[in-house]
């Protein structure tokens, strides 16, 4: 949410101190600043290039007009504005809130109570407006934000006074062709009753999470917004009426504002007392957030970004509606905590602990980098495995070369050691402050062992194989780890019948806490490996030959709870087992993509659902027709073969829509996609691939040697290796 400063942003705007970058598009760009008495504030300043152009600058003195109509009430307070400056700028108080695009993005659909009365607030907004004579004419899901007393209106970039029409050619659109109405589509005058069915379309989206009209290209939104139906699809059977109403292609047939919030809601109870719990603690969590953020300025592109290993703010305690309500809707001065961030403020190295020079690059001045991504820093080649994904180890970065292991400095991509003693090579594991890993040629040398993270030299023996009983000949893999536990499969291929099993040893004192026998996934096809995750009480094991075997076992005593084989599932290329981060689950649901897309319930191992298996895609480089999946705020993503991206519901795998690749490009299903914000990031053909998530769009590709991904746990920084085995941070824009 927070990004530090570029370095030739200015330090002041006016007389406010500028603290971190919200946002920036075309035409300019949102800092969170304070001003000298200690007021926070969002400051949005105009882009240098287009601040000369008279009739930009005419426009951006409407906008503050507009914003200072709608008040602090229903909009963003004006605190502060100088649109004839040389840089114009317009200071507003700082929303404590989401997006509602990003609300429904992150937490789904809203309820219908919440629906009526972000509804009922809009409609009250608009009236403000058009009682002065303004139109807003770009009424969308991005520019309402959701606070506690409820929802404001903001960005006016284009609103105007009725009738005016000195910034509107005839015969062209200005607005967002998904939430335009069909006489704004049509380059006519935009009048009030355009605006309402920009909300009708609104409310769609905040009760569904798609809008009315699809999406697409804009021509092909705007053709449906002139002459398709809407698609209500999703809205409550109460509501759907009104708001079909509203979306009349007529401007004549619509509602005015205060008849349509008669119909939406009563204006009984808080604001906040119709939000979903969700929604409520996402309000609480930026409005302590705000109080935590510290100035931050990256280094110029000359010299290597970097990143730093602050302490991770304090957890502050959950709030209730009131005390939600308690925190105001403009933020007042205060001391700030640090916030955690990845990038240090002063751009400086970190101190790497090998010798030589980093040798990390600086590739955003070789290549294009433009999209939702910065490129933070590139190893040299020959630094990473392209099979394995990266593992975030306390505040480090972790990646393996074979045999090897090799610490990556967050802050600029050097080595700070590699581990290599004589070893079986294997998966290392992490319970995320500690890094184990298996080494050691002959059954009574193999040892799960513990890798310091600040020399890279072993440092405590865990347990032998030896020690768990097992006989000469005997190997083992790590699966996972948890702060008091490492589980590992070990056993013998060499023996006639399949004789492997799951140990569970105490990582702290190396005591074997219990052992379960594996089944072998496919009649005479011995151990080619497996993953675990931990989910709740329970560990799954996935094996993998042509066949899939999934068991689950109870953490504590070892006991199996449940066992299935899914055959035919997958390829013997699968990535399935080259890391435990390929499977996804919500607690309830185990996600795996392979020959199909499929959920399997945790409590009993039954396939709730399929998804995929006829349908003509192909096969992706993997030899799986579907990747690794991830779920998020109730959704299922997962590359489909090569040619895209599916959206499922978890709860029934019904596709809920789909985004073609690019022509020229394809899908991948090395790792699975990552969402940050308001976008899906994905494997592609040139590296990563950005979807989004509101109109469900190709946002953009990132040529990158990056193949296998994975997100820094609690920070928008994507690491990745592969190409010619390099390594590639990119902080994500959501």
Request: glycine share 12%; aromatic share 6%; with cysteine.
């Amino acid at each position: 949410m927070f990004k530090p400063l570029l370095h030739d942003d200015p330090h002041r705007v006016g007389s406010y101190r500028l603290i971190a970058r919200l946002g920036s598009g075309g035409m300019g760009t949102v800092y969170l600043a304070r001003s000298p008495g200690g007021r926070t504030v969002a400051l949005k300043t105009v882009h240098a290039r287009i601040a000369a152009d008279a009739t930009f600058r005419t426009r951006f003195r409407l906008e503050v007009d507009a914003a200072r109509v709608i008040g602090g009430l229903h909009g963003a307070q004006v605190v502060d504005a100088d649109p004839l400056a040389d840089t114009p700028w317009l200071a507003t108080e700082y929303v404590l809130g989401p997006p509602l695009d990003e609300a429904v993005t992150r937490g789904g659909p809203l309820p219908e109570a919440a629906v009526r009365a972000v509804g009922a607030a809009l409609c009250g907004a608009l009236g403000q407006l058009h009682r002065s004579d303004v139109v807003h004419r770009d009424l969308k899901p991005s520019n309402v934000m959701i606070s506690a007393y409820g929802p404001k209106v903001i960005d006016f970039g284009i609103a105007r006074a009725l009738g005016d029409d000195r910034l509107t050619r005839t015969g062209t659109a200005a607005g967002t062709p998904a939430y335009m109405s069909p006489e704004q589509a049509s380059g006519q005058e935009q009048i009030p009753a355009g605006d309402v069915f920009a909300l009708a379309g609104v409310l769609v989206f905040a009760a569904t999470g798609h809008g009315p009209f699809g999406s697409g290209q804009a021509a092909d939104l705007i053709y449906r917004v002139r002459y398709a139906d809407p698609d209500l699809t999703g809205v409550p059977p109460s509501l759907a009426p009104v708001l079909a109403r509203c979306l009349a292609k007529g401007p004549a047939l619509r509602p005015a504002t205060g008849e349509l919030a008669a119909a939406l809601h009563d204006g009984h109870g808080e604001f906040a007392d119709h939000l979903p719990d969700p929604l409520l603690s996402e309000i609480a969590r930026r409005a302590a957030e705000v109080w935590q953020v510290r100035p931050e300025r990256l280094p110029a592109p000359a010299e290597p970004p970097a990143i730093a290993t602050t302490a991770p703010a304090p957890r502050r305690a959950a709030l209730s509606r009131r005390g939600i309500l308690s925190l105001g809707g403009v933020v007042a001065a205060g001391a700030f905590a640090g916030a955690g961030l990845w990038l240090r403020p002063d751009g400086a190295d970190a101190k790497s602990t090998a010798e030589g020079p980093p040798t990390s690059s600086a590739s955003p001045t070789v290549r294009d980098t433009a999209g939702p991504w910065d490129v933070l820093w590139t190893t040299g080649k020959g630094k990473a495995h392209e099979a394995t994904p990266p593992l975030f180890v306390d505040e480090s970065i972790v990646v393996t070369m074979g045999s090897q292991l090799r610490s990556i400095d967050p802050a600029n991509g050097s080595e700070r050691w590699m581990f290599f003693p004589v070893s079986t090579g294997g998966r290392a594991v992490t319970d995320g402050s500690l890094l184990y890993w298996i080494v050691g040629e002959t059954t009574k040398q193999h040892s799960v062992v513990t890798v310091s993270l600040t020399s890279g030299r072993q440092e405590r023996t865990v347990t032998t194989l030896k020690d768990l009983g097992l006989p000469e000949g005997a190997n083992g893999d790590l699966l996972c780890a948890t702060a008091e536990t490492v589980y590992l499969a070990a056993g013998d291929n060499s023996a006639e019948t399949f004789d492997w099993h799951l140990y569970a040893v105490n990582s702290l004192t190396g005591e074997l806490r219990w052992r379960a026998p594996l089944q072998e996934p496919g009649k005479g096809s011995g151990y080619n490996g497996a993953c675990g995750r931990i989910v709740g009480d329970r560990i799954v094991v996935v094996q993998t030959s042509y066949d899939l075997s999934f068991s689950a076992y109870d953490t504590n005593s070892g006991k199996a709870l449940w066992h299935r084989l899914l055959e035919a599932a997958a390829s013997t290329r699968s990535p399935l087992v080259s890391s435990g981060a390929q499977l996804a689950d919500d607690g309830t649901h185990l996600y795996i993509g392979t020959a199909a897309l499929q959920a399997i319930g945790l409590s009993n191992g039954t396939v709730i659902w399929e998804f995929g298996r006829d349908r003509g895609i192909g096969t992706s480089s993997s030899g799986d027709r579907y990747g690794p999946p991830t779920v998020q705020n109730g959704v299922v993503y997962a590359a489909e073969g090569e040619r895209g991206i599916v959206a499922l519901d978890p709860k029934r795998g019904e596709l809920l829509w789909e985004v073609a690749a690019p022509e020229g490009s394809a899908t991948t299903a090395t790792a699975p996609p990552v969402v940050v914000g308001k976008h899906l990031y994905y494997g592609d053909e040139q590296g990563v691939g950005a979807i989004e998530l509101s109109s469900r769009t190709y946002a953009g590709s990132l040529r990158t040697p990056i193949r296998n991904f994975a997100l820094a746990p609690g920070k928008d920084i994507l690491v990745g290796n592969g190409g010619d085995r390099e390594a590639e941070a990119l902080r994500l824009d959501g």
